[in-house]
């Protein structure tokens, strides 16, 4: 990976898009730690509770703590995510959409059009809900006296953070297509993987700072931070067998004549990734249960309810919790697959190409094989994942246990850095790492080619 980047780095053309893209994370990063007029968050963020597993955890992870602060970019790429998720479902559901993705380049154009509205129309849905939230939290400017602002100037402070937050997000969208046309990578990713990599010194502080860091506790912590920062790098040469391994279906084409030339006739295959839906069961899985614990925020729960006893179901540090995550990415990697690939289709392109898989007929039973492999792939893919994005929740409670059980520490041990936030920062580096392989070849670079 290293050798790549110093290869591309020798070409004028692609040190130029390397420097374009830096550039535009380095503004992300700036406007990360702007914060919004009449917004008065202290020291600590507005996310006291690092073990709540709720919505605004996953929002501080997504946003490179931006969203923690109430910064200019708060909202920073999320909603254009959910806004692209929810085109591209409804592009399954929707016939008139469906033909839009089929119409080629124009099509595209005016779905990404539609992309780009809905993702100012969810922005500004959150940055409503996200302002009532801090108003409530006492997280606003007050006036002079030591009041909160009441009348106009209320309606002006709310307008304004709105107005603000919104803008935010929609700048950072701009600058994710910016990336697309002129950087290198994929321009949302390319933000998601720069938030990430911010709260790497935060982790690192928290495992190995001299003063208030694990380590600095002694007894059992000068060999439970170190096996944190093992276990990390175990993780990720883990994710990158992960996104390198694949299943490959043989297909034999038939000789064909053409004119006086003769096609066909060789053998290729078809590549199956094992972790073909990426990330995305992880991100639904992980956003659907953080909606009970982020509705008890705004609610007043009786201790001993049954009320109580349904939201710390859904706490990290249950038991269940483990339990419900893990059903639910398997669930989420056969939906997210099933709408990526069609057997029927992929069967029918091979008969239109004269190719058949050997040793089975073209049409349905070519279809039902496909069907049968990818059914296998998804399973062993959603286990794969769910070991990543399990491992640190169960560290978690696991070592919990030991030291407040077992030695009698009145805390445990909590890694901020997730799973989730290291399957897509591995991804987002592998991904971009291959773009740069194939410019340079496509450049024909003959210190990369020898």
């Known amino acids: 990976m290293l ?39 202290g020291e600590g963020g507005i996310i006291q509770d690092t073990n709540a597993g709720n919505f605004m955890n996953y929002l501080s992870m997504m ?25 591209q479902l409804l592009a399954v559901a929707i016939p008139a959409l469906e033909r839009l993705q089929k119409e080629g380049e124009e099509g595209r154009k005016k779905i990404a059009t539609i992309t780009r509205f809905v993702t100012i129309a969810l922005a500004l849905l959150q940055s409503t809900a996200y302002y009532f939230y801090l108003r409530n939290g006492d997280y606003l400017s007050k006036s002079s006296a030591g009041a909160a602002f009441t009348g106009f100037s209320a309606v002006l402070q709310a307008i304004v953070i709105i107005v603000m937050l919104t803008a935010g997000a929609a700048l950072i969208m701009w600058l994710g297509e910016r990336i697309n046309d002129k950087g290198i990578g994929n321009g949302i990713s390319m933000i998601l993987f720069a938030g990430i990599v911010s709260r790497i010194p935060t982790l690192m502080t928290q495992l190995y700072g001299p003063k208030h860091g694990y380590i600095a506790q002694g007894g059992p912590f000068y060999f439970l ?29 038939a000789k064909r004549v053409v004119g006086r030339k003769m096609y066909g006739g060789q053998s290729t295959h078809i590549p199956i990734k094992v972790n073909m839906s990426g990330v995305m069961p992880v991100i639904f899985a992980s956003s659907i249960l953080s909606l009970p614990p982020t509705i008890e925020m705004f ?45 029927v289709e992929m069967a029918n392109n091979i008969r239109k190409n004269s190719g058949a898989v050997p040793g089975l007929r073209p049409g349905k039973p070519t279809s039902d094989y496909i069907a049968k492999i990818l059914s296998r792939i998804t399973l062993l ?8 994005a399990l491992l640190p929740i169960v560290f978690t409670q696991v070592v919990t246990l030991i030291l407040t059980k077992g030695l009698g520490y009145s805390s445990g041990m909590n890694i901020s850095l997730g799973g989730t936030s290291i399957i897509i920062m591995v991804g987002v580096a592998l991904e971009t790492v291959k773009q740069l392989e194939s410019q340079m070849m496509m450049r024909h670079y003959k210190g990369f080619l020898d």
């Open 3 to 41: 050798q790549t980047l110093i290869n591309a780095w020798k070409i004028a053309d692609l040190r130029k898009k390397i420097l374009y893209t830096a550039l535009i994370i380095l503004i992300f990063r700036i406007g990360a730690a702007i914060p919004v007029p009449f917004v008065n968050i």
């Open 63 to 87: 946003t490179g703590n931006a969203f923690n602060y109430g910064t200019i970019f708060a909202m920073s790429i999320t909603p254009y995510i959910n806004s692209s998720i929810i085109m």
């Open 225 to 253: 931070s170190p096996l944190v920062g093992v276990i990390l790098l175990l993780m990720i040469a883990f994710i990158v067998w992960m996104d390198n391994a694949e299943r490959r279906i043989p297909v034999q084409y």
């Open 299 to 343: 609610v007043n729960v009786e201790s001993g309810s049954r009320w109580e006893k349904f939201f710390k179901v859904f706490s990290a540090e249950h038991w269940a919790y483990a339990l419900i995550y893990f059903v639910m990415i398997i669930g989420f990697a056969y939906f997210y697959s099933s709408i990526q690939y069609n057997p």
């Open 381 to 388: 893919g959603a286990l794969l994942l769910s070991v990543v």
